[in-house]
T-cell receptor, first 114, second 112 residues
Framework: DGGITQSPKYLFRKEGQNVTLSCEQN?????MYWYRQDPGQGLRLIYY???????QKGDIAEGYSVSREKKESFPLTVTSAQKNPTAFYLC?????????????FGDGTRLSIL | QQQVKQSPQSLIVQKGGISIINCAYE??????FPWYQQFPGKGPALLIA?????SEKKEGRFTISFNKSAKQFSLHIMDSQPGDSATYFC???????????FGAGTRLFVKA
């Protein structure tokens, strides 16, 4: 079955630690996205990538970094500079971002602070 | 101007009733308006979407109504069922722009 796989489902971060969230898709989609979801605030865009080796900052990129070395993979690193990282993180992909095709989401990673 | 305002924040409906969620936007460049449904612990999934060349789109019990002049669109869930209990997000995007702007979400609870 085609889809988006996020791992791990739950992640805990210690103070001063960087953690990396995995996102893999087998939909052959060009565009991939990372969102942060907080209660009552909807989805806020962290980073997005239109093609391999290219990515753009979203609305809340500070304290986060990404890479897009392969079409199917778009990992997100939450750095120690992100002072309030506790949230539900969602990865998404779409066939052609420029045409605003529907986004397909993974089932998320819930990050908490130890 | 990039915001999408969604209301209500939460909604309780009796089984068999109609659930109505409203959204408003400012940016007239938006030309794609999807609705997503999210169950607890899961990612959102596309429910139904509309483009501004039509005023209404229906898929089963779900209908989007679109008012271009008022810059508003709404989701109607007819014959609401307990299985419809979820969080619903409206969103907006435009051709040539990679961003989709999401509303804050409406938590729907359908009482059996």
């Amino acid at each position: 079955d085609g889809g988006i796989t996020q791992s791990p489902k739950y992640l805990f971060r210690k103070e001063g630690q960087n953690v990396t969230l995995s996102c893999e898709q087998n939909l052959n989609h060009d565009a991939m996205y990372w969102y942060r979801q907080d209660p009552g605030q909807g989805l806020r865009l962290i980073y997005y990538s239109q093609i391999v080796n290219d990515f753009q900052k979203g609305d809340i990129a500070e304290g986060y970094s990404v890479s897009r070395e392969k079409k199917e993979s778009f990992p997100l690193t939450v750095t120690s500079a992100q002072k309030n990282p506790t949230a539900f993180y969602l990865c998404a992909s779409s066939a052609e971002g420029r045409l605003n095709q529907p986004q397909h989401f993974g089932d998320g990673t819930r990050l908490s602070i130890l | 101007q990039q915001q999408v305002k969604q209301s209500p924040q939460s909604l309780i409906v009796q089984k068999g009733g109609i659930s109505i969620i409203n959204c408003a936007y400012e940016n007239t460049a938006f030309d794609y308006f999807p609705w997503y449904q999210q169950f607890p612990g899961k990612g959102p999934a596309l429910l139904i979407a509309i483009r501004p060349d039509v005023s209404e789109k229906k898929e089963g019990r779900f209908t989007i109504s679109f008012n271009k002049s008022a810059k508003q669109f709404s989701l109607h869930i007819m014959d609401s069922q307990p299985g419809d209990s979820a969080t619903y997000f409206c969103a907006a995007g435009y051709t040539g722009g990679f961003k989709t702007i999401f509303g804050a979400g409406t938590r729907l609870f359908v009482k059996a």
